[in-house]
């Protein structure tokens, strides 16, 4: 069984920043890959960024040059730097990761307000 906790949502100004980390734990043989998805109200989920075990990255256009993720000094933790934040990027957000099958995170809310 593995569990994926995140923390670091928050309610933010547009224009600033907030980090997300999503720790993951129990029974890990080997990750292949962690991301970060999210869900606005009425929205269907998508994929926000995404992190390899090689270190390949993929990103949303939309949040390309804002948004980064990396991974911890732990293999096991992933953390989402979001700078400039706007408005639409209000959502919650939920870290994945591949671990055997995919595994989510119960979500974090991030509400950015204009």
């Known amino acids: 069984q593995v569990q994926l906790v995140e923390s670091g949502g928050g309610l933010v100004q547009a224009g600033g920043s907030l980090r997300l980390s999503c720790a993951a734990s129990g029974n890990i043989v080997s990750i292949s890959y962690m991301a970060w998805y999210r869900q606005a109200p009425g929205k269907q989920r998508e994929l926000v960024a995404l992190l390899t075990s090689g270190g390949s990255t993929n990103y949303a256009d939309s949040v390309k040059g804002r948004f980064t993720i990396s991974r911890g000094n732990a293999k096991n933790t992933v953390y989402l730097q979001m700078n400039s934040l706007k408005p639409e990027d209000t959502a919650v957000y939920y870290c994945?990761?591949?671990?055997?099958?995919?595994?989510w995170g119960q979500g974090t809310q991030v509400t950015v307000s204009a």
């Open positions: 994945n990761a591949g671990i055997g099958t995919s595994y």
